[in-house]
């Protein structure tokens, strides 16, 4: 007798053992479709919070890891190293494989800088040398073995107060164990950067409160070259010297360690030529300053003149042109931030600085006041004059000797118009009409020998 089921009643389904059909049910299964909790979603949220757990705890084990196995040095834009070691990347990157240091293989770098340098020259003609180092980004390289990762940063949002320029840094970055190489990669990149510079003059100029190099380091030029009236070249040279080797008989009298020389006369008579090949002989560089410079103030002054690079002149050029009755002016009427009282204190005043030597220049010693050239300030001046008879006729000997196989001429020949030079200058001198090295010069370049001494006359003023 079947038996009628009501017609509201639910028909349950039949139920599956996963056992006894050979199934196994694993315990997340069991736990996802058994667990109420789970399926109202808070196993969902503890999921999440887990694997946010696990994600910080890698974070925090990869970078103590990091400061376990790795080490970083970081140099800033301020520190000498810093163009070292940019340039030694350049010269890594830039050398053809075979003459490539073989202790540093480089991986070509996408990310680029480009350096300009341009130099502009007193007869309006200029040049510019351009020199792509490392940009700002990641960057490697392999040093004796060890990978390294070089990550240049630089700050846009704030600026050096008072050269203006953005802060930069360069990190290198390395295993613990190879933190020797840094040391000696930094020499390396001093030792590359010294050899471009030896037996050179490099010429700084001022940015903002330091000093630069300017250019590429030139030639020294031999002093013999720079041709003075006698006795000239000889006394400021010695004068020099003399101050060099005195160093502790200033210290022991309580003297201030610096001196000043002024040379004085008209354009074209070789004091620059002779400041320069000075500085040379002497292995010393040259630090030119221009104080009709705009923005240059008294405290910028002081504190360039008190933080000169060592071994180091400071040249001030045609100084008389720098201040109007006290008043500094540029040619163009700028009226500079640098006051004449400042001027003569970061000279000698109390905070001027020490172990310097000065040299000023001037066209016109009667427009200096008295109160800069006095003694204390300027210690030694000197005539730089137009060429005497017997500089044209040394210039002359300099020009077009050296011997019959070198000049096509014999050396009695070059002596005997070297003397006619000389009689015809001394002619000209004795009439008031004088010619001045710097034009001699460029007349021997023009002409030949006999011709520079028929045509000579046309040079006299």
């Given at each position: 007798?079947?038996?009628?089921?009501?017609?509201?009643?639910?028909?349950?389904?039949?139920?599956?053992?996963?056992?006894?059909?050979?199934?196994?049910?694993?315990?997340?299964?069991?736990?996802?479709?058994?667990?109420?909790?789970?399926?109202?979603?808070?196993?969902?949220?503890?999921?999440?919070?887990?694997?946010?757990?696990?994600?910080?705890?890698?974070?925090?084990?990869?970078t103590a890891l990091q400061r376990r196995l790795l080490v970083s040095l970081e140099i800033n834009n301020k520190d000498r190293a810093?163009?070292?070691?940019?340039?030694?990347?350049?010269?890594?990157?830039?050398?053809?494989?075979?003459?490539?240091?073989?202790?540093?293989?480089?991986?070509?770098?996408?990310?680029?800088?480009?350096?300009?340098?341009?130099?502009?020259?007193?007869?309006?003609?200029?040049?510019?040398?351009?020199?792509?180092?490392?940009?700002?980004?990641?960057?490697?390289?392999?040093?004796?073995?060890?990978?390294?990762?070089?990550?240049?940063?630089?700050?846009?949002?704030?600026?050096?107060?008072?050269?203006?320029?953005?802060?930069?840094?360069?990190?290198?970055?390395?295993?613990?164990?190879?933190?020797?190489?840094?040391?000696?990669?930094?020499?390396?990149?001093?030792?590359?950067?010294?050899?471009?510079?030896?037996?050179?003059?490099?010429?700084h100029t001022a940015w903002g409160i330091e000093w630069r190099p300017f250019g590429q380091p030139r030639e020294k030029r031999p002093?013999?070259?720079?041709?003075?009236?006698?006795?000239?070249?000889?006394?400021?040279?010695?004068?020099?010297?003399?101050?060099?080797?005195?160093?502790?008989?200033?210290?022991?009298?309580?003297?201030?360690?610096r001196r000043g020389y002024l040379l004085y006369g008209p354009p074209g008579s070789g004091k620059t030529s002779f400041i320069q090949a000075l500085a040379g002989s002497l292995s010393y560089d040259i630090c030119v300053l221009n104080l009709s410079e705009r923005g240059l103030t008294d405290d910028k002054l002081f504190h360039l003149l008190s933080n000169v690079p060592e071994r180091s002149f400071i040249l001030m050029e045609d100084v008389d042109a720098a201040?109007?009755?006290?008043?500094?002016?540029?040619?163009?009427?700028y009226q500079s931030s640098v006051t004449f009282s400042g001027f003569l204190n970061a000279l000698d005043g109390v905070a001027s600085g020490e172990e310097r030597i000065i040299f000023l220049t001037t066209n016109h010693l009667e427009k200096l006041d008295p109160a800069l050239i006095r003694p204390g300030r300027v210690d030694l001046a000197e005539l730089i004059d137009d060429a005497h008879p017997n500089q044209a006729r040394t210039l002359y000997e300099r020009f077009y000797g050296g011997g019959e196989a070198v000049t096509g001429l014999p050396d009695e020949k070059v002596k005997s118009l070297a003397r006619k030079l000389e009689s015809i200058v001394e002619t000209e001198w004795s009439a008031g009409r004088k010619v001045s090295m710097a034009a001699l010069q460029g007349h021997f370049i023009q002409s030949d020998a006999q011709a520079a001494v028929d045509t000579c006359h046309i040079l006299f003023k």
């Amino acid at each position: 007798m079947s038996t009628t089921q009501p017609a509201n009643s639910v028909t349950t389904p039949p139920t599956i053992d996963k056992t006894a059909t050979g199934t196994q049910v694993s315990w997340w299964e069991g736990f996802a479709a058994e667990n109420p909790y789970f399926q109202a979603g808070f196993g969902l949220m503890a999921m999440g919070v887990g694997l946010t757990v696990l994600r910080q705890a890698t974070v925090v084990g990869t970078t103590a890891l990091q400061r376990r196995l790795l080490v970083s040095l970081e140099i800033n834009n301020k520190d000498r190293a810093y163009e070292w070691f940019l340039t030694w990347m350049a010269h890594q990157s830039n050398a053809p494989s075979t003459m490539r240091n073989r202790a540093a293989s480089w991986i070509r770098s996408h990310q680029l800088s480009v350096e300009t340098t341009v130099e502009q020259r007193k007869n309006g003609s200029s040049s510019a040398a351009f020199r792509l180092v490392a940009g700002p980004g990641n960057h490697y390289f392999r040093y004796k073995g060890a990978w390294m990762q070089v990550k240049r940063e630089r700050e846009t949002k704030s600026m050096q107060l008072m050269s203006g320029t953005p802060w930069e840094t360069v990190t290198l970055t390395t295993l613990s164990r190879d933190r020797n190489l840094f040391t000696e990669l930094l020499s390396e990149a001093r030792d590359m950067a010294m050899r471009t510079q030896q037996g050179k003059l490099v010429i700084h100029t001022a940015w903002g409160i330091e000093w630069r190099p300017f250019g590429q380091p030139r030639e020294k030029r031999p002093i013999q070259s720079v041709v003075l009236a006698d006795g000239v070249a000889e006394k400021i040279e010695s004068d020099v010297k003399a101050f060099l080797d005195r160093r502790k008989w200033y210290a022991d009298r309580g003297i201030p360690y610096r001196r000043g020389y002024l040379l004085y006369g008209p354009p074209g008579s070789g004091k620059t030529s002779f400041i320069q090949a000075l500085a040379g002989s002497l292995s010393y560089d040259i630090c030119v300053l221009n104080l009709s410079e705009r923005g240059l103030t008294d405290d910028k002054l002081f504190h360039l003149l008190s933080n000169v690079p060592e071994r180091s002149f400071i040249l001030m050029e045609d100084v008389d042109a720098a201040f109007n009755k006290r008043v500094q002016t540029s040619e163009d009427g700028y009226q500079s931030s640098v006051t004449f009282s400042g001027f003569l204190n970061a000279l000698d005043g109390v905070a001027s600085g020490e172990e310097r030597i000065i040299f000023l220049t001037t066209n016109h010693l009667e427009k200096l006041d008295p109160a800069l050239i006095r003694p204390g300030r300027v210690d030694l001046a000197e005539l730089i004059d137009d060429a005497h008879p017997n500089q044209a006729r040394t210039l002359y000997e300099r020009f077009y000797g050296g011997g019959e196989a070198v000049t096509g001429l014999p050396d009695e020949k070059v002596k005997s118009l070297a003397r006619k030079l000389e009689s015809i200058v001394e002619t000209e001198w004795s009439a008031g009409r004088k010619v001045s090295m710097a034009a001699l010069q460029g007349h021997f370049i023009q002409s030949d020998a006999q011709a520079a001494v028929d045509t000579c006359h046309i040079l006299f003023k």
